[in-house]
């Protein structure tokens, strides 16, 4: 019974739902009632869409970078680690500035030495394996392919930048007869004049940077720079470049511009100034980049400063006049002649700016460095607004390099900010080095002196929780503090009288290898001892001193022995006294002979007190002897002190006694001397 | 305060000596006199001066921009020049303000704004020499800083093509003109050869292992089965008597 009512219902239930599925639209042949569910959901669903557009959003093309630039900017610095390129081992993290220096050398070094091997024997690096493969990688064939006496086989070799075969290719073409066209002879010209008649790679790398150890080195070193010529290739006479000038059978203009360029570069002022009166006289046309050259060379060409200035106009003025328009390197070369121009350079520096505002041509970073050599160089600093709307122009925009003169703006920046003692402009001036790209522009050397300079201004002009704050964010990750500006930081901590923190600073002073500095050492000393300060201080400095002690007597191979001097003996026996370490101090007092000094009232003072406080009368008693076997005149005074304070046994009496008679007896000696006189 | 008596004398004498009207000239002439003893006087005493006078008959003389700049740049050049110039003591003061500014003052006018029709004529187009590829390798190593963390480091590195680009395609670097079908599907190329027979089976199998085969080109397999085409249209006479 219960089942077929059941069966009844359920079948009426499944009547009932396709019924209700055909109601809507059974006039319709999409609503067409069917068993399969997934017709069903269908014809659902189209139902909802048929008054809309679809409209398919267009599909994304991502920058193949894109993600790991976004990734890139979610990573802030860590204020607690070293830069990226030292994380390999924490043994290896550089402590101080120098250390950073060689390590980032070392490692470019590397990366040098791998390339060089890779060049020099390109047999062992022909497989490839890398799918797909890696050009930068594998070696380049530089080997000329083209051989025999032909225009094309001498392109190539110009191409490769082999500048002796190609020299030695066009004289066996000239000899030969076959004419060389003007466009190859003048790449020839622009390769000879670029390279000053030196190869373009050199063979023997004898170059050597400064503060690195001359046996680490093991396979021959690139320059650190990439890209950067040695400039110290002087233009020969009757060189290579000239004689081929020489012997052309025409020049044009091009040959002219990179004759002069090349002059210009090697140091050949005059020549190249000769050789521009000669491209006048071919009633040729110079182009841009020849008349930056000249305005370079303006420094060089005349003496006195109203002469120079002279010149420069010269020049700007045939540039107008062959209508050759200035760019924004013309302005920055001639801004760097002004800058050798004293005040004549100060009144003119401004209309040249206002002159690239009327061209619309957007001043780059190096333009505000040389205004900013021009307006702050010099003891004559009258305060002006020039470095307060030249911040302003900076903070605005993010810059992309545009001269090689742009890597210098901050660092010249930061130290007139130092000059000037304003830490407002200093503030401001970080904000502009954060905006966008402009922190790229400091290299390595540069971010340590800017950030060295900030700090030491910072210490001048802060509060010191400020500069607590700025020194834990910045050491170690940013900068590397110099001595210069831990003596600065101890200076700050005294003004505000904070001397608790030198333990920590001493902590640091020893990570950053500074602890064998007598500079340093003396003004922690004093600094510790010149006040008494409550206990717990007192005991870290002790142990301060104890550290500084150690210093002075290990020796380790290479070092030489540090020396005591008047001053730090006292301040470290001293700072034993008051710290209740009698031995130690004790200890201290009688290397005052080693050394031929004498100590200080206030240090025997100090010792005896301490000597009273832990009940150490035979210190005491060999203190006055010191001081007596001395000659001192405050020897009486200790012995007084000593019988009056001390509780001495009979025996440590006589002793003290004897003592007595010493100093009696070079007294009575002096009393005699002065009555005889 | 009256003039004195040999003035007026004077004035009465060069008056009757001229022809015209005696008194007007008389008068005149005694006013002059008065004038200048008004001024004396005022003049003597430090009277205000009037200014406007002054400067209204004086003529601006114009000065070269150099010899301005010379004469500012004696007033105020401290330090020791080195060309040789007299050496002039500081006269403004230190406090004093200095007031330049880049926002306002003259320009050199030597150059005048150029069109865009007169740039982009004077624009030649030349392929670049050694000096702008060095020159633009010089700007380009000013910002080439090291990489700062580890995604920097992995940007860099698929800048020089040492790192895969995600997302992987993994036809990268494969330069293959082709589709795929067309490595695959290789029957259309069997159309020259029997319909039945063992030729025709052969030459499938041979098109069903080139349609695996993944490091020939298109080319390649097509040729492959040219080449077998070629060598059975030799041998057919062969094959015929077969």
Known sequence: MAARRLGASSWQQVVLLSRRCCLPGGRRERYRCSSSNTALGKTVENSEVTQEEIVL???????????????????????????????????????????????????????????????????????????????????????????????????????????????????????????????????????????????????KEDLEEPGVNASEQEAPKREFQRGSQPSGSRWRENNNAERIFKIMPERNAHSYCTMIRGMVKHGASAKAYDMYIGLLNERHKADVHTFNALITAVPYLKERFLERWELAKVFLNHMAQQEVQPNLLTFNALLKTLRRCGGVGRNMALLVIKEMEALDIEPSLATYDHLLFIFYRGADLCPSGIISEVLGDVGKRSFTPQDPDDANFFATAMQVCCDLKDIKLAYRLNKAMEKGDNWKFLDMDRLNAYWSKFFSLLCMMEQIDVVLKWYKEMSSSLFYPTPKNILDLLQALDAANHLEVIPSVWEDMKQLGFNRRQDLLEELLSLMSRERHPDEIQLAFAKCAEEIKAVHEQTR????????????????????????????????????????????????????????????????????????????????????????????????????????????????????????? | KPLSPELVEAASAVASFLPLNKKQTESELIAQLRRHEETTDKQKKGGTINIRNVISEMAIKRQSPAQRGVRISNRISLELDEDGQRIKPERLSPQSFDSRSLKVGRRLNIFTKASTETENALKTVSSPTIWDLEFAKEIAAITAQPPRNGFEEMIQWTKEGILWEFPIDNEAGMEDDAEFHEHIFLEKHLEDFPKQGPIRHFMELVICGLSKNPYLSVKQKIEHIEWFQKYFEEKKELLQEI
């Not at chain 1, 990573?75 to 290896?92: C, G, K, W």
């Not at chain 1, 010191?626 to 009486?636: D, K, N, R, T």
């Not at chain 1, 009056?644 to 007294?667: A, G, M, N, P, V």
Request: a negative charge; charged letters at 30%.
């Open chain 1, 557 to 677: 191979r290479e070092q030489s022995l540090l020396e005591w001097t008047g001053s730090t003996l006292g301040h470290v026996a001293l700072l034993f006294s008051r710290a209740g370490r009698t031995q130690e101090a004790w200890n201290m007092m009688e290397r005052f002979q080693q050394i031929s000094r004498i100590p200080t009232d206030q240090v025997m003072d100090e010792f005896l007190n301490c000597a009273k406080k832990t009940n150490c009368p035979d210190e005491a008693i060999k203190l006055v002897k010191l001081a007596a076997s001395l000659g001192l005149p405050s020897s009486q005074r200790l012995k007084n002190r000593t019988e009056k304070e001390f509780e001495l046994s009979e025996k440590q009496k006589k002793t003290l006694e004897s003592i007595k008679s010493d100093s009696d007896s070079s007294d009575s000696d002096s009393d005699s001397d002065s009555d005889r006189d």
């Open chain 1, 57 to 203: 959003p267009r599909r994304k093309i991502w920058d193949k970078l894109a993600v790991l630039q976004t990734l890139a900017s979610t990573v802030n610095r860590d204020p607690t680690a070293a830069h990226y390129m030292f994380q390999d081992d924490p043994f290896l993290m550089p402590r101080n500035a120098a250390n950073s220096r060689l390590f980032s050398l070392s490692k470019e070094s590397g990366r040098n030495a791998a390339k060089y091997i890779i060049k020099q024997f390109p047999q062992y690096f022909d497989k490839t394996f890398a799918e797909p493969n890696i050009p930068c990688l594998m070696p380049e064939t530089l080997t000329p392919q083209i051989e025999g006496l032909s225009e094309e086989a001498l392109k190539e070799r110009i191409h490769l930048r082999r500048v002796k075969d190609s020299v030695d290719l066009f004289d066996q073409l000239v000899q030969a007869g076959t004419p060389v066209s003007l466009e190859t002879t003048n790449s020839l010209l622009d390769l000879l004049c670029f390279y000053g008649d030196g190869e373009s790679t050199p063979e």
